[in-house]
């Protein structure tokens, strides 16, 4: 996860972080980073397979600001906490969409 010059969060997989960094740090990577520059490297992991890195990363762009930036911190009881509050959330929102018949 990278952390743009304007303050958001850009999430992507590479099986080469190193020079995926660095491209994206001399605008060699047309998209969302390329006017956010400079670009530093927050949070990275590893992954066995290609398909675990896409899938993680997938389901990192889906979460709010506040549970990327729990992660960065490698705050798990916030990331815990966040995440229960989304589901008891979304859970709301369905009961109420069903209860006005949509």
């Known amino acids: 996860m990278l952390r743009c010059s304007d303050g958001s969060y850009y999430v992507g997989h590479t099986n080469d972080l190193e020079h995926r960094l660095a491209a994206h740090e001399r605008g060699a990577i047309e998209g969302y980073t390329l006017s956010r520059r400079p670009?530093?490297?927050v949070f990275s992991d590893q992954f066995s397979t290609r398909q675990e890195a896409f899938h993680r990363e997938r389901q990192i762009k889906g979460w709010s600001r506040a549970?990327?930036?729990a992660l960065i911190k490698g705050d798990w009881d916030g990331l815990v906490e966040l995440s229960n509050r989304s589901?008891?959330?979304a859970i709301l929102r369905?009961?109420?969409d069903e209860?006005?018949?949509?």
Not at 99 to 102: E, L, P, Y
Request: glycine share 12%; charged share 30%.
């Open 39 to 41: 670009v530093e490297l």
């Open 67 to 69: 549970k990327k930036e």
């Open 87 to 89: 589901s008891g959330q």
């Open 94 to 96: 369905q009961a109420q």
């Open 99 to 102: 209860s006005v018949g949509r």
